[in-house]
T-cell receptor, first 114, second 109 residues
C-alpha cells in the first residue's frame, strides 16, 4: 500500500540551485496539490491540478512551477531556490476535484535553502 | 480576508476530555474539515461537517454551527497517542481549503 510517495524526504540546497520535488500517487485520484507548511502558519497551497494536463495557481505560487503530464505524477520545481523557500512541502491528492473531499497527504519533503 | 482561528496549544490529562475550538470567516462555505498531524508526519483526515450539528466517530466528535462560524473537535478518553496537532480547514465558495495554523495538543499522564 503506497498511497502518495514524495521524494526526497529531506534536502539541503544552496540558494540559486534548481530543485524538483517528486510526488507520485497510485490511487488514480484526479486532483493533486502542493502545500507548504511553516511554523505558526496554516498549510498554504502552492499549485494544484484538477486533472491530468491542467494546473492552477494557489495562494503562494511565486518561485514554483508544476506539471501534470499524467494522473500519477505531480512534480514541484523550484527554478532558483531562495532561503524563504525553506519549509516542509506536502503533496496531497483527492478523488474529488472541485468538490469537498478528503485529502490524502504524502509524508512530506523537508527542504532547507542556505 | 479569510481567516481561521484556533488555539495554538492545549494541555490535557490522559483519560480526560478536551475540546478544541475553531472559528472561521471565509468567502462562502462548503464544509469544515479536521485533520490530525503527529509531529514529523503527514496530516490525516478526521472529520467533515457541512451541516449544523454533532458528528460522532468513536472517541472523536466534531460540531458545527454555520451561523456562528464555529466548530469544535471533542476528544474523549484521551490517550497518549492523541498528542498531536489538530488542523481545522474550511472549504470556501471556490472549493479552496483555508487552513488554520493548528492546535498542538499535549497529553500528560
Amino acid at each position: 500500500i503506497a498511497g502518495i510517495t514524495q521524494a526526497p524526504t529531506s534536502q539541503i540546497l544552496a540558494a540559486g540551485r534548481r530543485m524538483t520535488l517528486r510526488c507520485t500517487q497510485d490511487m488514480r485520484h484526479n486532483a493533486m496539490y502542493w502545500y507548504r507548511q511553516d511554523l505558526g502558519l496554516g498549510l498554504r497551497l502552492i499549485h494544484y491540478s484538477n486533472t491530468a494536463g491542467t494546473t492552477g495557481k494557489g495562494e503562494v505560487p511565486d518561485g514554483y512551477s508544476v506539471s501534470r503530464a499524467n494522473t500519477d505524477d505531480f512534480p514541484l520545481t523550484l527554478a532558483s531556490a531562495v532561503p524563504s523557500q525553506t519549509s516542509v512541502y506536502f503533496c496531497a491528492s483527492s478523488d474529488r476535484a472541485g468538490e469537498a473531499g478528503e485529502l490524502f497527504f504524502g509524508e512530506g519533503s523537508r527542504l532547507t535553502v542556505l | 480576508g479569510q481567516n481561521i482561528d484556533q488555539p495554538t496549544e492545549m494541555t490535557a490529562t490522559e483519560g480526560a476530555i478536551v475540546q478544541i475550538n475553531c472559528t472561521y470567516q471565509t468567502s462562502g462555505f462548503n464544509g469544515l474539515f479536521w485533520y490530525q498531524q503527529h509531529a514529523g508526519e503527514a496530516p490525516t483526515f478526521l472529520s467533515y461537517n457541512v451541516l449544523d450539528g454533532l458528528e460522532e466517530k468513536g472517541r472523536f466528535s466534531s460540531f458545527l454551527s454555520r451561523s456562528k462560524g464555529y466548530s469544535y473537535l471533542l476528544l474523549k478518553e484521551l490517550q497518549m497517542k492523541d498528542s498531536a496537532s489538530y488542523l481545522c480547514a474550511v472549504m470556501d465558495s471556490n472549493y479552496q481549503l483555508i487552513w488554520g495554523a493548528g492546535t498542538k495538543l499535549i497529553i500528560k499522564p
